[in-house]
C-alpha cells in the first residue's frame, strides 16, 4: 500500500519558520520526482516546490528565496523548509509524487 504521510504544519507567526516532512511508504520513489502543492481558501490547487531524481529543483515565484525543498531517498521522504512566512503563505499543504498524494498538512500564518 503506498501512503504518503505528511507532518509539521501548524499555525506561525509572519516571519516564522516550519519545516514539512513527508514520508512515502509501499515503495521506492528515487526515480520519481516530489513536489509540494498548497491550497489556500477560495483558491486553486498550485505547484510550490518540485524536485527532481537528480535534484534539481523548481519553485513558484511567491516563495523564491524563502522556501527550500529537500529529499532524503534513503528515508523515502521529502521536506519543504519554510522561512519569513507570510499571511498569504497560509493554506493547506499537500505531497504529491507521481499520481499519490498526501492527505495534507495546514500551515496557518498570522499576522
Known amino acids: 500500500q503506498v501512503q504518503l504521510v505528511e507532518s509539521g504544519g501548524g499555525l506561525v507567526q509572519a516571519g516564522g519558520s516550519l519545516r514539512l516532512s513527508c514520508a512515502a511508504s509501499?515503495?521506492?520513489?528515487?526515480?520519481?520526482?516530489m513536489a509540494w502543492y498548497r491550497q489556500a481558501p477560495g483558491k486553486q490547487r498550485e505547484l510550490v516546490a518540485l524536485?527532481?531524481?537528480?535534484?534539481?529543483?523548481n519553485y513558484t515565484d511567491s516563495v523564491k528565496g524563502r522556501f527550500t525543498i529537500s529529499r532524503d531517498n534513503a528515508k523515502n521522504t521529502v521536506y519543504l523548509q519554510m522561512n519569513s512566512l507570510k499571511p498569504e503563505d497560509t493554506a493547506v499543504y499537500y505531497c504529491?509524487?507521481?499520481?499519490?498524494w498526501g492527505q495534507g498538512t495546514q500551515v496557518t500564518v498570522s499576522s
Open positions: 504529491n509524487v507521481w499520481s499519490w
Open positions: 524536485i527532481t531524481s537528480g535534484g534539481s529543483t
Open positions: 509501499g515503495r521506492a520513489f528515487s526515480i520519481n520526482a
